[in-house]
């Protein structure tokens, strides 16, 4: 009787790799696509100083150089010195998102303390575009600020800035009359850019417009507050005309943002 062994051989077993669900290939290929897109945080940090040198001078037969008055008046001159310091720190993650912090500090941002409140607080009230979700991302080498944003930013200000000028200059009109006319107008202005700029059917844009006509209004209401300000009362006539040039302006502003779009 013959036995004989032998050493078993180790077999390959082919075995399947598990096929990956539907729900996870869709998955990989969104994962795939963002990554592709680089998406990163980027912060950018912007210091701007504004500043205004001035003086006042006083000429004419009335002016007492001794006293420094005029009609017993005591004259109010000498060189003056404002400023503005803002200091901007902007953060994007996908490139159509902004978070803005901004540090100012001055002495003539009273106007400011007024208009940039109440656009911040407009327009991040206002509900989200339709569809915005479903908007492709904007391309990482691409500015947080275009041209269309530029063109539209610098034609309103330009058109204001000209009807500011105008009031200015206006005929027959002392110093004080023409800083109430000017003072408002930007008040004016500004509550009507916030509507203009913004969806005019909705409620929150009109109050936001109506934050600059109210303060106007109460100033119009109070002398007090307009000695405050070193504003003169201001006449029917001048109540007018400041009316008629900022309704011009607004009007131009619009058909400008027209043209443009």
């Known amino acids: 009787m013959v036995s004989a062994t032998a050493p078993l051989l180790a077999q390959d077993i082919p075995i399947e790799a598990p096929q990956p669900a539907t729900e ?67 953060t994007s993650v996908t ?35 339709p569809g915005l979700m479903r908007q492709p991302p904007r391309p990482p080498q691409a500015p947080l600020f275009g041209p269309d944003t530029w063109r539209h930013s610098l034609s309103q200000g330009a058109v204001v800035m000209v009807a500011a000028l105008v009031l200015v200059f206006w005929p027959d009109t002392d110093t004080a009359t023409h800083r109430s006319l000017v003072f408002s107008l930007l008040l004016l202005a500004g509550g009507g850019l916030v ?36 504003l003169a009362p201001m006449q029917p006539a001048e109540i007018l005309t400041v009316m008629i040039t900022t309704a011009v302006a607004l009007l131009l502003a619009g058909l400008l943002n027209r043209q443009l779009a």
């Open 195 to 230: 509507w203009l700029n913004g969806d005019p059917h909705s409620r929150i844009t009109a109050a936001g417009a109506g934050i600059g006509l109210g303060l106007w209004l109460l100033l119009l209401a109070i002398p007090g507050l307009q000695q405050l300000l070193s």
């Open 24 to 90: 996870d290939i869709e998955t990989m290929k969104e994962v795939e696509k963002l990554e592709a897109l680089h998406f990163a945080p980027t912060t950018t940090v912007q210091l701007q100083i504004n500043g205004a040198l001035g003086a006042l001078h006083y000429t004419g037969s009335a002016i007492e150089t001794s006293s420094n008055t005029a009609a017993g008046a005591p004259l109010l001159n000498g060189l003056s010195f404002n400023h503005e310091t803002r200091l901007t720190i902007d």
């Open 95 to 129: 490139g159509q998102d902004l978070l803005r912090i901004r540090f100012r500090a001055g002495n003539f941002a009273l106007l400011h303390l007024v208009i940039d409140p109440a656009c911040t607080v407009v327009f991040e009230a206002l509900p989200a575009t």
